[in-house]
């Protein structure tokens, strides 16, 4: 089975700082995806990254990147100058092969303040 | 455009009645899923189909129901026997390779009369 743990409920951050929200799984499958989900308060889930178990590089998509340690089975999204539309509530998924539905964390709230 | 069509946006249950969220898709993905979402709270899996004519439970199948009859439809039942059915429904549909996001619909608030 697989689990994914957010541990921040919520994190505020200044506009144009960066900030990393936490995430760590857990798995047995040597073949995984990891994702991240922004859900604005409209309540729509918009994918953002991606990154594989066997990528070698962090994935990146403008300004959102993962840190990605395999060993500590934590990807962390990192989102760089922050804007205040970025308040949104980030969630960490992941899913181990195939078609398999993705197992989300719980969430973490940010708060960009201006 | 292609896309998840949810509706209703909100919707209302009386006490003992069964209500039908519908869930549409035009993607042409064969994996459709149904979550639900808390105040606060991450999504949890209710049911998800991989093919046309069957599908699976999710962590929390108690008092749903679901059909597959096309593989552009993938209607979520919440029965009577759902004591607590108030909250955020999301429908979500995805291509069957691990590296492909699910795409997600704008979902459907359910309140109890």
């Known amino acids: 089975a697989q689990k994914i743990t957010q541990t921040q409920p919520g994190m505020f951050v200044q506009e144009k700082e960066a900030v990393t929200l936490d995430c760590t799984y857990d798995?047995?499958?040597?073949?995984?995806?990891l994702f991240w989900y922004k859900q604005p308060s409209s309540g729509e889930m918009i994918f953002l990254i991606y990154?594989?178990?066997?990528?070698?590089q962090n994935a990146t998509e403008g300004r959102y990147s993962l840190n990605f340690q395999k060993a500590r089975k934590s990807a962390n999204l990192v989102i760089s100058a922050s804007q205040l539309g970025d308040s949104a509530m980030y969630f960490c998924?992941?899913?181990?092969?195939?078609?398999?539905?993705?197992?989300f964390g719980k969430g973490t709230r940010l708060s960009v303040i201006a | 455009d292609g896309g998840i069509t949810q509706s209703p946006k909100y919707l209302f249950r009386k006490e003992g009645q069964n209500v039908t969220l519908s869930c549409e898709q035009n993607l042409n993905h064969d994996a459709m899923y149904w979550y639900r979402q808390d105040p606060g709270q991450g999504l949890r899996l209710i049911y998800y189909?991989?093919?046309?004519?069957?599908?699976q439970k999710g962590d929390i199948a108690e008092g749903y129901s679901v059909s597959r009859e096309k593989k552009e439809s993938f209607p979520l039942t919440v029965t009577s026997a759902q004591k607590n059915p108030t909250a955020f429904y999301l429908c979500a549909s995805s291509i069957a390779q691990t590296n492909q996001p699910q795409h997600f619909g704008d979902g459907t608030r359910l309140s109890i009369l």
């Open positions: 189909s991989q093919i046309v004519n069957d599908f």
């Open positions: 998924a992941m899913r181990a092969s195939g078609n398999t539905p993705l197992v």
């Open positions: 990154q594989g178990s066997y990528d070698q």
């Open positions: 798995t047995s499958d040597p073949s995984y995806g």
